[in-house]
């Protein structure tokens, strides 16, 4: 069975890090696209970093450049996202999701969901 398995999220104050993680189960992530998406109460989910397969290439959402760093360790087959200068509008629950493709979009058609964690940024 195909799984994706988020953790690392919790509180933390603004200005603070968190590094979450994305592991997966019944698949090896080598051939697949991974996302970061995020969803806050209230509003639509939206992409925030994904990672391709083919040289390891990674997108951004513009909110986000600069502060958060997505990267990839295909023998533990898991995606990480460091997370620092954490702001309030940051918080939200955080999903990875995995496509079976060489390049990655922000946009949600992703075929694999994770059941996500939550990020709590407040002082």
């Known amino acids: 069975q195909l799984q994706l398995v988020e953790s690392g999220g919790g509180l933390v104050q603004p200005g603070g890090s968190l590094r979450l993680y994305c592991a997966a189960s019944?698949?090896?992530?080598?051939?697949?696209?991974i996302g970061w998406f995020r969803q806050a109460p209230g509003k639509e989910r939206e992409g925030v970093s994904c990672?391709?397969?083919?040289?390891?290439?990674?997108n951004y959402a513009d909110s986000v450049k600069g502060r958060f760093t997505i990267s990839r360790d295909n023998a533990k087959n898991t995606v990480y996202l460091q997370m620092d200068s954490l702001k309030p509008e940051d918080t939200a629950v955080y999903y990875c999701?995995?496509?079976?493709?060489?390049?990655?979009?922000?946009?949600?058609?992703?075929?694999?969901w994770g059941q996500g964690t939550q990020v709590t940024v407040s002082s």
């Open positions: 019944g698949f090896t992530l080598d051939s697949y696209a």
């Open positions: 999701a995995a496509v079976r493709s060489l390049l990655c979009v922000l946009s949600p058609s992703y075929d694999y």
């Open positions: 990672i391709s397969t083919i040289g390891g290439s990674t």
